[in-house]
């Protein structure tokens, strides 16, 4: 198949409201290192999730609030970006979707910079490995009413915050190591943000960080406003819910969330064995008549051989027959 992960998209966002900012950016070159040996064989932002890939959820989201363009810039195992793309596109008409591959890996601010020739206006720069619900429109809003400062950044009361803002949301500095003067609280960055034309301009060419750009701009006297969601980030019943796809520990957790104890098997999977807890299978994806499987993640990839016992695995390639693990991930 050429989109293995096409079946799982049962459970994609709904659409939000119509987005006053039509322009994205979604930074998308990393090598994922962390998520290695998985990020060997796919670039993150393709990685199965229950309602997508999260590029393709990013672009479900985007297309259902009248975003007309797309820039989605590509390094690490590039290709595969621009063969998704190619085969998503026709799915959204309305939506031009560009994909930038850059001949070296630019960073954050020189990803940004090299594609500000496409932008016409503020556009917001999303990391496309975050997953979440929090309405974009509040962020976009949040830019426009403030007057389009140089940027306005999603931000929440979460922990390890490295965002030092005022009591009026302004932002005062980036990765403090000690007190901030005006600093009101701390918050955390999520990856999502609306940017100027002023801003992105002013960036490098060349590999640089957006953020240390932003905190250069801000000690010359620029304004970068923090947006805080009204409804927390908990994860509770009432509360938004994020999740940052870093880490192994982290794409295992956030298909547990999602799969909410489902067994989710695309068509063109063969689950012959037996399954414990949850479990979210690609086409393509087999386990073998008397092996278990117990909250996993089968890739295409997967073949779980007879008698393997499997917990709490990412499984992208073979197990073999009567193969006892849990945790981590197989591939090869």
Excluded at 2 to 18: I, S, V
Excluded at 135 to 141: A, F, H, K, R, T
Excluded at 181 to 195: I, N, S, T, W
Excluded at 208 to 235: H, K, Q
Aim: hydrophobic share 45%; aromatic share 4%; net charge negative.
């Amino acid at each position: 198949r050429d989109d293995p992960t096409d079946d799982l998209r049962m459970t994609a966002n709904a659409a939000p409201r119509e987005l006053p900012i039509k322009e994205a950016m979604l930074l998308s070159a990393g090598m994922a290192t962390r998520l290695a040996p998985l990020s060997g064989l796919r670039p993150k932002a393709l990685f199965p999730l229950p309602g997508g890939p999260i590029l393709r959820q990013w672009l479900d989201t985007l297309a259902g609030g009248g975003v007309r363009r797309v820039v989605v810039n590509a390094f690490h195992l590039a290709h595969m970006i621009e063969d998704a793309v190619a085969a998503w596109r026709d799915s959204y008409p309305g939506m031009e979707i560009v994909v930038l591959r850059e001949p070296e890996l630019l960073g954050t601010g020189g990803g940004v910079r090299n594609a500000l020739g496409l932008f016409g206006g503020p556009f917001m720069v999303l990391n496309s490995d975050i997953h979440t619900d929090l309405p974009l429109c509040g962020l976009c809003e949040a830019h426009i009413s403030q007057g389009s400062p140089l940027a306005t950044i999603a931000a929440g009361r979460l922990p390890g915050g490295t965002v030092s803002a005022a009591e009026d949301g302004s932002v005062l500095a980036f990765r403090a190591a000690g007190p901030v003067k005006g600093e009101a609280v701390r918050l955390y960055g999520l990856g999502m943000m609306v940017l100027s034309l002023d801003a992105a301009g002013a960036l490098p060419l060349g590999n640089s960080d957006l953020i240390m750009g932003l905190a250069g701009r801000i000690r010359a006297g620029g304004r970068v406003m923090a947006f805080v969601p009204d409804i927390p980030l908990d994860g509770s019943k009432d509360g938004y819910q994020w999740s940052d796809l870093g880490t192994m520990a982290s794409y295992h957790a956030l298909n547990r969330r999602l799969a909410e104890g489902k067994i989710l098997a695309a068509e063109g999977s063969f689950i012959l064995g037996r399954v414990s807890g949850f479990l979210v299978a690609e086409a393509g994806a087999t386990v073998s008549d008397g092996a278990m499987v117990e909250d996993c993640v089968l890739w295409s990839e997967a073949r779980v051989g007879r008698g393997c016992e499997l917990r709490s695995m990412v499984v992208a390639g073979k197990a073999m027959d009567g193969l006892r693990m849990s945790g981590g991930a197989i591939t090869g």
